[in-house]
C-alpha cells in the first residue's frame, strides 16, 4: 500500500537520531555495534530505531547470523524525495495560474469600472455586464 | 523562509514552508480558495483540471474532487476544511479516504496584506509524531518499542 508506505517513511524521517542513522549508512553498510557508537544509547534502543527504518523500507539488513550489516535502500528515500519535488511542483504551478487568473480577475473588474465610469463602453459583453453603481 | 524541494537528512521533513506574492489585494486573493469555480481555474499544476463533486467552505466542511493528469489518469482529493479565517488564514487535511491520493498532510495558507499585494505563505505538515505513534501501533510494534518512542518524543521535545 502505497499509503503507508509513505506515510511510515514521513514518519521514520521525523525522528533525529534515524536521520543521523540514515546519514550514516549513507557512507556504506555497518554493523548495528557501529552505528551505536556515536549514539548514547543502547544496543537495543538502536536496533528498535533500525526497526522503524526497515519497516518504512529505508534500511535492509543481512541475515548473516550474529553480524547483521545495515545498508541503506535508496527506492524508499527517493519515492519520498519524488513525492516532496511533486508536492512542491502543486503549489510552484498552482501559484503561477493563480497569478494569471488573478490579473485576469482584475483587468475585467478595471474595465468594468471604467465603462461604469465612461460615457459609454465600447465593448458590448463588458456593456451587458454594467451594474448600477450605488 | 527555509524550503526544502528534495530531500537533505539534516533537515526534518515533517513540514515545508514557502512564500509566494501576488499583485492583487488580499481580499481578492482570499476569494479565490472560498469557492470551486474559481479554484477550477487555477488549482493544480500545469496541464491538470478539476472536476468538483462537494465543496463546503466551512470548518469541518470537505472539498470532494478528482484531478485530470496531462497523462489521462484520474487522481481522487479529499480536502477537511479545519480553520477558515476570512480574508487572513485557511487550515485544512489533505487526504484521509481509502480512495484518495496517498499521503496525509495538514496544510496552512496565510494570506498577507501587503497594501495592494498579498504575501501568502504556505506551510504543510506532515506525519506528526501522533501519525508515527499510528504507524507504530498498525504494525504491531511490541509494547517496549512504542515506550522507547515516547521517551524519545520527550527527549526531543526538551531539546528543541
Known amino acids: 500500500m502505497v499509503k503507508l508506505a509513505l506515510d511510515s517513511t514521513f514518519a521514520a524521517l521525523s525522528d533525529p537520531t534515524r536521520r543521523a542513522i540514515l546519514a550514516r549508512l549513507a557512507l556504506g553498510e555497518t554493523s548495528v555495534t557501529e552505528l551505536a557508537k556515536p549514539f548514547a544509547m543502547s544496543l537495543p534502543a538502536v536496533s528498535k530505531h533500525l526497526k522503524v527504518l526497515e519497516r518504512a523500507g529505508l534500511i535492509a539488513r543481512g541475515r548473516e547470523a550474529q553480524w547483521r550489516p545495515c545498508r541503506i535502500e535508496p527506492r524508499a528515500l527517493k519515492d519520498i524525495d519524488d513525492w516532496l519535488a511533486h508536492y512542491r511542483r502543486f503549489f510552484d504551478e498552482s501559484f503561477d495560474r493563480l497569478d494569471a487568473y488573478l490579473q485576469k480577475l482584475q483587468a475585467k473588474e478595471h474595465t468594468k469600472e471604467r465603462n461604469n465610469r465612461g460615457p459609454k463602453g465600447k465593448d458590448r459583453k463588458d456593456a451587458r455586464n454594467k451594474q448600477p453603481r450605488s | ?160
Open chain 2, 1 to 160: 523562509m527555509p524550503a526544502i524541494s528534495s530531500l537533505d537528512l539534516d533537515r526534518d521533513p515533517r513540514s515545508i514552508v514557502g512564500t509566494r506574492e501576488f499583485d492583487a489585494p488580499r481580499a481578492l486573493v482570499f476569494s479565490a480558495w472560498t469557492d470551486a469555480k474559481h479554484l477550477a481555474q487555477w488549482w493544480g499544476p500545469n496541464g491538470f483540471t478539476t472536476t468538483t463533486y462537494t465543496f463546503d467552505f466551512r470548518p469541518g466542511g470537505i472539498w470532494r474532487f478528482v484531478m485530470h493528469g496531462p497523462d489521462g489518469r484520474d487522481y481522487q482529493n479529499l480536502i477537511t476544511f479545519e480553520q477558515i479565517v476570512p480574508p487572513e488564514r485557511i487550515v485544512y487535511r489533505h487526504g484521509g479516504a481509502d480512495d484518495v491520493e496517498p499521503v496525509q498532510f495538514r496544510q496552512t495558507v496565510i494570506f498577507e496584506d501587503l497594501g495592494g499585494r498579498t504575501r501568502i505563505i504556505w506551510r504543510g505538515d506532515f506525519p506528526s509524531a501522533a501519525e508515527r505513534d499510528r504507524v507504530i501501533k498498525e504494525y504491531g510494534a511490541d509494547k517496549g518499542l512504542v515506550q522507547t518512542m515516547a521517551r524519545l518524543a520527550d527527549y526531543v521535545a526538551t531539546q528543541a
